[in-house]
């Protein structure tokens, strides 16, 4: 059995021969993983387009991932490549973003942050033109598709394409709208709907397996925007989107992701035909629960800890948390494993080890645990 097909079993609901894998990285861990394994490079120049795992597929076949991720769309603005001497760069959005370096006990690495906002002003919006979707070049999905796409579940990310598009786009004065300008807000996000629609079209008719959206809506123990506000806002057009691409693939799987504690929209996302939720983060919500309340109609694709356990717990913290999640999560299918954000430096490389151990020692069916 190979990947594909190990996650089209698992996605619907059945149990495969494993427990199927999958893990994100910062570009400077994916550095620093190549340097120490010697991994080769093939797919830099293939993919130097993407973020983050889109940037290299050698390491995802070195560790034995199963699912591999390309972005497009706005969300692929996150990391790009800075011109010499340069901090910034602008996307075609008008988004600014700046380098923003950081420092950990393993290294020094950066992120990007957002500096200027194009709609920042209120009348911005009436003198804005928003990018073409014709124009984004995705040919690379192709070469993708090409050399990956037989053996390996491939994920087109659309990453950012709602609330945090408006959030890209607008600002600081973002949460407000959805209260005091909600005119400005439903225009706003119908633009930035229609754009990655479009985009999601083009990765299906390419052959991707599954459509992954993200806008984050949770915070630690509570949610950032109400259980109402999401529902005028967020639930229809995320429902729209979701339907559409099962209109134009019936077999294509959406996937949605947002961080934090978002148990009261739960039932919202299985009535708009979600397929995965993404990363169900142990801190705010129990991946347990999840599956016994949920488990039925929803995949579970995450839930190991990059906030506590694999930066700060020993190998064996790891190994016991990654049992637990196969006990609880994997039995029936319809669970995906992975960490609950992007692998970064400050993650030990034994702890990081030590995860890929006890999903191969545990995570075969039926789970003997």
């Given at each position: 059995?190979?990947?594909?097909?190990?996650?089209?079993?698992?996605?619907?609901?059945k149990?495969?021969?494993?427990?199927?894998?999958?893990?994100?990285?910062?570009?400077?861990?994916?550095?620093?993983?190549?340097?120490?394994?010697?991994?080769?490079?093939?797919?830099?120049?293939?993919?130097?387009?993407?973020?983050?795992?889109?940037?290299?597929?050698?390491?995802?076949?070195?560790?034995?991932?199963?699912?591999?991720?390309?972005?497009?769309?706005?969300?692929?603005?996150?990391?790009?490549?800075?011109?010499?001497?340069?901090?910034t760069?602008?996307?075609?959005?008008?988004?600014?973003?700046?380098?923003?370096?950081?420092?950990?006990?393993?290294?020094?690495g950066?992120?990007?942050?957002?500096?200027?906002?194009?709609?920042?002003?209120?009348?911005?919006?009436?003198?804005?033109?928003?990018?073409?979707?014709?124009?984004?070049?995705?040919?690379?999905?192709?070469?993708?598709?090409?050399?990956?796409?037989?053996?390996?579940?491939?994920?087109?990310?659309?990453?950012?394409?709602?609330?945090?598009?408006?959030?890209?786009?607008?600002?600081?004065?973002?949460?407000?709208?959805?209260?005091?300008?909600?005119?400005?807000?439903?225009?706003?996000?119908?633009?930035?709907?229609?754009?990655?629609?479009?985009?999601?079209?083009?990765?299906?008719?390419?052959?991707?397996?599954?459509i992954?959206?993200?806008?984050?809506?949770?915070?630690?123990?509570?949610?950032?925007?109400?259980?109402?506000?999401?529902?005028?806002?967020?639930?229809?057009?995320?429902?729209?989107?979701?339907?559409?691409?099962?209109?134009?693939?019936?077999?294509?799987?959406?996937?949605?992701?947002?961080?934090?504690?978002?148990?009261?929209?739960?039932?919202?996302?299985?009535?708009?035909?979600?397929?995965?939720?993404?990363?169900?983060?142990?801190?705010?919500?129990?991946?347990s629960?999840?599956?016994?309340?949920?488990?039925?109609?929803?995949?579970?694709?995450?839930?190991?800890?990059?906030?506590?356990?694999?930066p700060?717990?020993?190998?064996e913290?790891?190994?016991?948390?990654?049992?637990?999640?196969?006990?609880?999560?994997?039995?029936?299918?319809?669970f995906?494993?992975?960490?609950?954000?992007?692998?970064?430096?400050?993650?030990?490389?034994?702890?990081?080890?030590?995860?890929?151990?006890?999903?191969?020692?545990?995570?075969?069916?039926?789970?003997?645990?």
């Amino acid at each position: 059995m190979n990947s594909k097909e190990r996650l089209q079993i698992a996605f619907d609901h059945k149990e495969p021969d494993r427990v199927p894998v999958q893990v994100s990285f910062v570009p400077e861990v994916l550095e620093k993983l190549k340097l120490k394994y010697k991994i080769k490079k093939d797919s830099d120049d293939l993919l130097s387009a993407g973020v983050v795992s889109s940037i290299d597929y050698d390491v995802d076949v070195y560790f034995g991932h199963d699912m591999l991720i390309l972005d497009v769309g706005m969300g692929s603005g996150y990391y790009r490549k800075f011109e010499p001497g340069k901090d910034t760069y602008t996307t075609e959005w008008g988004i600014t973003w700046k380098k923003m370096p950081y420092k950990t006990r393993f290294g020094n690495g950066y992120y990007t942050e957002i500096v200027s906002f194009p709609l920042a002003e209120d009348d911005a919006l009436d003198s804005y033109i928003p990018p073409d979707p014709e124009d984004e070049d995705i040919s690379f999905v192709d070469d993708v598709m090409r050399t990956y796409g037989k053996d390996y579940y491939i994920c087109g990310s659309l990453a950012c394409s709602i609330l945090e598009a408006f959030r890209y786009l607008r600002g600081p004065k973002a949460f407000e709208d959805l209260l005091i300008n909600k005119e400005f807000a439903h225009k706003v996000m119908d633009m930035t709907v229609n754009y990655h629609l479009k985009l999601g079209y083009k990765l299906i008719e390419k052959g991707v397996d599954m459509i992954w959206l993200a806008d984050d809506v949770g915070s630690e123990h509570s949610m950032l925007i109400s259980p109402e506000v999401f529902r005028e806002f967020m639930k229809p057009r995320l429902g729209y989107m979701i339907s559409e691409f099962k209109k134009k693939n019936k077999n294509i799987k959406v996937a949605w992701h947002s961080d934090g504690y978002i148990v009261p929209i739960l039932d919202d996302l299985i009535e708009i035909g979600l397929d995965v939720l993404n990363p169900i983060q142990p801190e705010s919500m129990d991946p347990s629960w999840i599956k016994k309340r949920y488990g039925n109609n929803l995949c579970l694709w995450g839930t190991v800890s990059t906030q506590r356990t694999l930066p700060y717990g020993k190998p064996e913290d790891v190994e016991n948390e990654v049992i637990n999640r196969i006990k609880n999560c994997a039995p029936g299918g319809g669970f995906l494993i992975g960490p609950t954000h992007n692998i970064q430096l400050d993650v030990p490389e034994e702890n990081l080890l030590a995860f890929y151990d006890a999903v191969k020692k545990y995570g075969v069916y039926p789970v003997k645990i």
